[in-house]
């Protein structure tokens, strides 16, 4: 089991940043090394859809959602099992609940955060 803490979230205004932050930590204290771990999105009346994921020990191996347009940033540290989205130019679109995700590398096994709110005011 993996536990996911999200933080970062809140308000901001149009061309504003913001940076989330993913923590992941697991009750018996091991997280299996192989994962890939990323952020996607809810807005109101929408489906969930993929923000940014990066593998854990190839970097090449990220995917990015078609809207972000080199305005968000996924980092992460495999020491601290983290993962990172610096937003930049936020637009009042980029509003939602922003999840944070963990799964094994070919996706047997997936956890969610609890989400943490974004909002961009025009």
């Known amino acids: 089991q993996v536990q996911l803490v999200e933080s970062g979230g809140g308000l901001v205004q149009t061309g504003g940043s913001l940076r989330l932050s993913c923590a992941a930590s697991?009750?018996?204290?091991?997280?299996?090394?192989?994962?890939?771990m990323g952020w996607y999105r809810q807005a109101p009346g929408k489906q969930r859809e993929l923000v940014a994921i990066?593998?854990?020990?190839?970097?090449?191996?990220?995917e990015y959602g078609d809207f972000v347009k080199g305005r968000f940033t996924i980092s992460r540290d495999n020491v601290k099992n983290t993962v990172d989205l610096q937003m930049n130019d936020l637009k009042p679109e980029d509003t939602g609940v922003y999840y944070c995700h963990w799964r094994s590398p070919y996706g047997q096994t997936e956890y969610w955060g609890q989400g943490t709110q974004v909002t961009v005011s025009s």
């Open positions: 990066r593998h854990s020990t190839n970097a090449r191996l990220t």
């Open positions: 697991a009750a018996s204290g091991r997280i299996f090394s192989v994962n890939v």
